[in-house]
């Protein structure tokens, strides 16, 4: 393994953007919304594509407007056929963030002559060459440091009503604290951070490092604190363990098993499956501990 | 247990039960259910006509070179067919779409939609590592049933990670789906990126997986979907009352007998199958979509299992149709991606339109009950106001012609705003309950009077009821009785008054309308 100057970076920053998607993620957990990641991870390719056409550019902001904007029309979108349709949850989901994929597809595809919009990229993301920048520090990674403070802030800052929100939405609206303007918040939340870090690390690193992380601390601790702490932890050391994976044992198992030479693979899939090793890992000791272990006792997460 | 199995009617199965259901409604139902398919056939005809109408509009502007609005005789030529390829792709991609149809009405009512979602991305490293490892063995990785043989042991593996979480952790569904999706999309990125690193090759037969490309369609593929398709549609009809069981009341099935386990498996494993045969034409991120959208548009249509499966096959079949005709005309257009826009333009229209559950269906109907309990609140609140004029005085239903009532008085009695009592004053005048007399002044009409005993009379029989014996505290009565005053029938009034003596408890309830005023009684 020949470890450089870049790896250092392509680690850093894709522990910062794992760690600002673990945060929502573990609200996303509690509300049952964990699939809004996927959804809006899918929903937002109309955004760009339109962000594109209407400035004839890839500038970064039109880009991100647009993102935003269809991230958050899928869940309000979603919301809406759901109480006005009364379509199953999932289901209204699923028709909104199919419907807008296959629209963001053929506006891409209509436009392909002028467009240099790959919708592969936007799945898989590219943190390798993300944070080759003329600086010493990459852009990137100042924008996932934001990402993270910001994230940071307003849970620190909203910490209790997103607690109670999330536990007894009855008890939150009782006592004045709106358990829908919580949930349209975090769903905002969700959208930003997944359009912010989707453009440099691709969309499925999203959706893992937003579910992964917070499952596995789910399923180590009862407490709130604790769970936030440890999907933060992890969703960090998965980063790692991930490029490192994506550096060394993939390519190693590849040989091994006779299917082939090759060097290094994605980045950001391999921390996705890290994170998924990691999840396994705390879903054995969770099935051990409930065997042989004492009763565990303290809050239970809602049934 | 056998003494049940055959109490319940049929204990075999009994192919497409939907046809049994209609003969019992008799011609009425058939004709209906028929319109409306037609109907929806030319609404979508028309729809996809504007589709592909609309499509070379946006592009134009932007490519100037790309797409030419085609010739008539084209259009038709295409959308009857005529052409050999698009024969072939029709062919395979609505063999597809009707059989995704089928099954995902299954999914739907087991509210597991998304586990469809799950299920695609997980097929991805199984055909990456199909590709990898039929290369390595020297054989053809880009083969169709190589790719789709690795696609769906993905698959399976998938929906067996889902199911093993929700037993054995107290993680939710979307938990679990989520995580499969991620995890296992993640693992499959790995292998198509070390899959370009190969000497042997790119990846590009692999991104039509993921993608679709409908077009590249070989008619040995579309056979082979054909008959896949078929085979899941049969499978569907053949279980389709274990299925029906399944998903309306699943411990019922285990009770039954029914292999409740079993028929879960079958029923994941044809979801499986729809997935996987539509990689190649819709593609690994849409797939998803053939099974959830037709049926969630066909759920407005019907309240009947039977009827929905066939018009969620149909809708599939039209979509389909509809994409394919879109991207024939327009190459540049991608099909998978059309005919997921075709099926959500039809979801669309159904949930608006839709005579079952559409959105304006249920509006005319909760506004129709609105008006009706409105107008109730208003007889009764004419009544309440002349008795406490009254005071008590004299027998039940003397007071009623005397006094006039105010508008103002009205408004102060009950939470109406102004706009409100006034729309309420207009229907009762239309209705010939409510008279003007003047400035801001009404009476109750000899027939108003009637209804408003009636009403008043329902009311309070409810309030003793609950009283006396739903051991209701008389200060919550009043609410319940306003809920349930609204839905009573006659008949049960009827029972009601055999029920209760009169004048239980310091309430006077009004004698019947209809028997003590026979002139002023409503037929």
């Known amino acids: 393994m020949n470890w450089t100057e870049l790896d ?60 935003v904007i269809a991230g958050v029309l899928t869940g309000v979108l979603t919301q809406w056929v759901q109480r ?5 949850g999932g289901a209204s989901m699923g028709v909104v963030f199919c419907f807008l994929f296959a629209l963001g597809l053929i506006l891409i595809r209509t436009a392909a002559d002028h467009v240099d919009l790959d919708p592969g990229c936007v799945l898989y993301g590219s943190i390798e060459t993300a944070v080759v920048d003329v600086n010493r520090v990459p852009r990137i990674f100042w924008i996932s440091g934001a990402m993270l403070g910001v994230n940071a802030l307003l849970t620190a800052l909203f910490y209790k009503e997103l607690k109670i929100a999330s536990f007894d939405p009855d008890l939150a609206t009782a006592q004045g604290i709106s358990a829908v303007w919580v949930r349209n918040g975090l769903t905002i939340v969700t959208a930003i951070t997944t359009v912010m870090a989707f453009e440099s690390v691709g969309s499925i690193l999203v959706i893992a490092m937003m579910v992964a992380p917070a499952a596995a601390a789910s399923l180590l601790s009862h407490r709130l604190s604790v769970i936030m702490w440890l999907s933060l932890l992890l969703a960090g050391l998965a980063a790692v363990l991930g490029h490192v994976g994506a550096l060394t044992i993939f390519p190693a198992t590849l040989a091994k098993l006779g299917l082939g030479k090759t060097g290094a693979t994605s980045t950001a899939g391999m921390m996705a499956v890290t994170a998924g090793v990691l999840f396994a890992l705390a879903f054995a000791w969770s099935l051990v501990k409930d065997r042989f272990g004492r009763q565990t006792s303290g809050i239970r997460l809602p049934a | 247990m056998s003494a049940l199995r055959h109490e319940h009617r049929g204990g075999r199965v009994t ?11 008799g011609a009425h139902g058939v004709t209906r259910t028929t319109l409306v398919m037609l109907c929806l056939y030319i609404v979508l005809m028309a729809f996809s006509a504007i589709a592909s109408e609309e499509a070379p509009r946006g592009g134009r502007s932007i490519t100037d070179n790309s797409i030419q609005w085609p010739a008539p005789e084209l259009i038709w030529r295409v959308a009857t067919l005529q052409d050999y390829n698009t024969r072939v792709v029709f062919l395979g991609v609505s063999a597809l779409s009707s ?29 990456a590592l199909a590709f990898l490892i039929v290369e390595a063995a020297g054989g053809n990785g880009r083969a169709l049933p190589v790719l789709l043989a690795g696609a769906a042991v993905g698959g399976v593996l998938g929906m067996t990670t889902v199911t093993l979480i929700r037993r054995f952790s107290r993680l939710k569904d979307d938990v679990a789906l989520a995580l499969v999706l991620s995890v296992f999309f993640g693992l499959g990125v790995c292998f198509i990126v070390a899959i370009q690193q190969l ?12 993608y679709g490309k409908a077009a590249a369609m070989s008619s040995g593929d579309a056979k082979l979907i054909l008959g896949a398709g078929l085979v899941v549609a049969l499978i569907c009809i053949a279980l389709f009352k274990e299925f029906r069981l ?18 879960d498996l079958m029923l994941m494993g044809l979801v499986v199958a729809v997935t996987v045969i539509g990689l190649q034409a819709v593609g690994l991120l849409l797939s998803v979509a053939l099974l959830i959208v037709p049926a969630a548009a066909a759920r407005f249509w019907s309240e009947s299992l039977g009827k929905t499966a066939w018009i969620a096959a149909a809708i599939g079949l039209v979509s389909g149709w509809g994409g394919v005709l879109a991207s024939a005309l327009f190459p540049k257009l991608p099909a998978g ?36 309990v409105g107008h109730q609140h208003l007889m009764r609140a004419c009544y309440e106001l002349l008795e406490s004029r009254a005071n008590g005085q004299g027998s039940a239903g003397d007071f009623l012609g005397a006094g006039q009532i105010g508008f103002d008085e009205l408004l102060r009695r009950e939470s109406w705003s102004h706009h409100v009592l006034s729309g309420l004053l207009r229907v009762g005048q239309a209705a010939g309950f409510v008279a003007t007399e003047g400035q801001n002044q009404f009476r109750l009409t000899a027939s108003g009077r009637a209804e408003a005993r009636r009403v008043v009379r329902n009311h309070r029989l409810w309030e003793l009821y609950l009283i006396e014996h739903a051991d209701v505290a008389p200060s919550h009565v009043h609410h ?36 003590s005023a026979p002139g002023g009684a409503r037929s």
């Not at chain 1, 006005?84 to 199953?88: A, D, K, L, S």
């Not at chain 2, 399944?246 to 028929?263: H, K, M, S, T, Y």
Request: with cysteine; net charge neutral; glycine share 10%.
């Open chain 1, 8 to 67: 250092t970076w392509i680690v850093l920053t894709a522990a910062l953007v794992a760690m600002a998607c673990a945060l929502p993620g573990v609200f996303l957990l509690l509300n049952r919304q964990s699939m809004l990641g996927d959804a809006i991870s899918h929903g937002v390719l109309p955004g760009l594509a339109i962000a594109f056409l209407a400035t004839g550019s890839r500038a970064p902001w039109a880009m991100l407007l647009g993102a």
């Open chain 1, 84 to 88: 006005f349709g009364q379509v199953e």
């Open chain 2, 15 to 25: 192919p497409c039960p939907p046809l049994s259901g209609l003969s019992e409604r």
């Open chain 2, 99 to 127: 059989a995704a149809g089928l099954v995902g009405t299954f999914l739907l009512l087991r509210k597991r939609s998304l586990l469809s979602d799950a299920v695609s991305h997980a097929t991805l490293p199984g055909l």
């Open chain 2, 199 to 210: 000497p042997t090759g790119n990846a590009a037969g692999l991104d039509h997986m993921i």
């Open chain 2, 246 to 263: 399944l998903c309306f009341d699943e411990n019922f099935a285990a009770v039954q007998g029914w292999p409740r386990i079993l028929l």
């Open chain 2, 337 to 372: 991606a059309m005919i997921v826009l075709v099926a959500c333009g039809v979801f669309a229209f159904s949930m608006l339109f839709g005579v079952r559950r559409g959105v304006w269906v249920r509006w005319r109907e909760h506004r129709r009950v609105k008006q009706r």
């Open chain 2, 480 to 515: 319940d009785a306003d809920e349930i005053e609204h839905v009573v029938d006659a008949n049960i009034v009827a029972r009601l008054e055999e029920m209760l003596s009169a004048g239980v408890a310091g309430t006077v309830v009004p004698v019947n309308p209809e028997l």
